[in-house]
T-cell receptor
Framework: GAGVSQSPSNKVTEKGKDVELRCDPI?????LYWYRQSLGQGLEFLIY????????KSGLPSDRFSAERTGGSVSTLTIQRTQQEDSAVYLC????????????????FGEGSRLTVL | AQSVAQPEDQVNVAEGNPLTVKCTYS??????LFWYVQYPNRGLQFLLK??????LVKGSYGFEAEFNKSQTSFHLKKPSALVSDSALYFC?????????????FGTGTRLLVSP
């Protein structure tokens, strides 16, 4: 597609339930990022995928959080046993690969998935 | 480790006046620097970037930023602010070192332009 697509745009869930958030990056972008933005806060890095390399999971806040990227394209962020503190906007971004010809690494963001845990 | 500091939570400026949003950074090696803007309930939009070359970078919507290596700063500027510039602005940095792929963001500065 023309831009980064995220779904759902809004998700309300009950504490303890699992949620899945989906990101469809820009076609041809090999790098994909997940960030979390809590109300009034900055962007917290969660995870980064680059091609077939092992993802950088250094930002995942707990083992309840996981992400996968299938076929080098679509990514799913899964939060198990959600807690109220997980309420935030989850932003996905993609970019061309570092080192690709002409790449200067700016990220293109989706509109985000707003998660509310009751 | 890479880091970005945006020392002001909010900047207030009157329409027509010049604006500056401050950013300082810390990276290993030379930096790639970016500014993004976020309007309410929207994702982030790219404004401008510094990769190499001229220290003064021009971007979208009349914004510009000046890279200052000695002060490790990359302040965002605009000669004449518009009410529509009111938004949340994020500075970001990544290292040119190939081992550091992650783009690290500052905490954001809210710009409020009054009529």
């Amino acid at each position: 597609g023309a831009g980064v697509s995220q779904s759902p745009s809004n998700k309300v869930t009950e504490k303890g339930k699992d949620v899945e958030l989906r990101c469809d990056p820009i076609s041809g972008h090999t790098a994909l990022y997940w960030y979390r933005q809590s109300l009034g806060q900055g962007l917290e890095f969660l995870i980064y995928f680059q091609g077939n390399s092992a993802p950088d999971k250094s930002g995942l806040p707990s083992d309840r959080f996981s992400a996968e990227r299938t076929g080098g394209s679509v990514s799913t962020l899964t939060i198990q046993r959600t807690q109220q503190e997980d309420s935030a906007v989850y932003l996905c971004a993609s970019s061309s690969a570092w080192g690709d010809r002409g790449s200067t690494g700016e990220l293109f963001f989706g509109e985000g998935s707003r998660l509310t845990v009751l | 480790a890479q880091s970005v500091a945006q020392p002001e939570d909010q900047v207030n400026v009157a329409e027509g006046n010049p604006l500056t949003v401050k950013c300082t950074y810390s990276v290993s090696g030379n930096p790639y620097l970016f500014w993004y803007v976020q309007y309410p309930n929207r994702g982030l939009q790219f404004l401008l970037k510094y990769i190499t070359g001229d220290n003064l970078v021009k971007g979208s919507y009349g914004f510009e930023a000046e890279f200052n290596k000695s002060q490790t700063s990359f302040h965002l500027k605009k000669p004449s602010a518009l009410v529509s510039d009111s938004a949340l602005y994020f500075c970001a940095v990544r290292s040119m070192n190939t081992g550091f792929q992650k783009l690290v963001f500052g905490t954001g500065t809210r710009l409020l332009v009054s009529p």
